[in-house]
Nanobody
Framework: QMVLMESGGGSVQAGGSLTLSCQASGDTYSRNSMAWFRQRPGKGREGVAC????????HYAESVKGRFTISHDNFKNVLYLQMDGLKDEYTAMYYC???????????????????WGRGTQVTVSS
C-alpha cells in the first residue's frame, strides 16, 4: 500500500505562486505515473498535470500550461506542483495520485490511479 499526503496549500492573491508537495510513503517503488488533480466546488475531479517517473516526461492540462510545473524527487519520494500566475478559477482542492505501475506513459485521467491523498486547499482571491 502507498500513502500520499499533500501539503503546501493556502490562500494567495491572483498572480501569486504556491508550491504543493505530496509525500509518498509505504510501497512507493511500484508507481510509474503520478499526477495532480483538482476539484472545484460543484465540479468533477480534473487532472492538471502528470509525470512519468520512469523517464521524467510530463503532461499538462491546457488550462495550466506555462503556469504549472510538476516534478518528482525519486530519492525523497515527493511529488511537487509549482503553481505560478495563479487565477481565481484555480481555487480548488488539489489532490495527488499514484498508480500501481501499469501505465507506460503518464495520464491525467483519474481512472488509472488507485492511490490518492486527502487533498490540500488552494484559494486564490483577486
Amino acid at each position: 500500500q502507498m500513502v500520499l499526503m499533500e501539503s503546501g496549500g493556502g490562500s494567495v492573491q491572483a498572480g501569486g505562486s504556491l508550491t504543493l508537495s505530496c509525500q509518498a510513503s509505504g510501497d512507493t517503488y511500484s508507481r510509474n505515473s503520478m499526477a495532480w488533480f483538482r476539484q472545484r466546488p460543484g465540479k468533477g475531479r480534473e487532472g492538471v498535470a502528470c509525470i512519468y517517473t520512469v523517464d521524467g516526461s510530463t503532461h499538462y492540462a491546457e488550462s495550466v500550461k506555462g503556469r504549472f510545473t510538476i516534478s518528482h524527487d525519486n530519492f525523497k519520494n515527493v511529488l511537487y506542483l509549482q503553481m505560478d500566475g495563479l487565477k481565481d478559477e484555480y481555487t480548488a482542492m488539489y489532490y495527488c495520485a499514484a498508480e500501481d505501475g501499469f501505465l507506460t506513459a503518464c495520464a491525467t485521467e483519474a481512472g488509472p490511479y488507485n492511490f490518492w491523498g486527502r487533498g490540500t486547499q488552494v484559494t486564490v482571491s483577486s
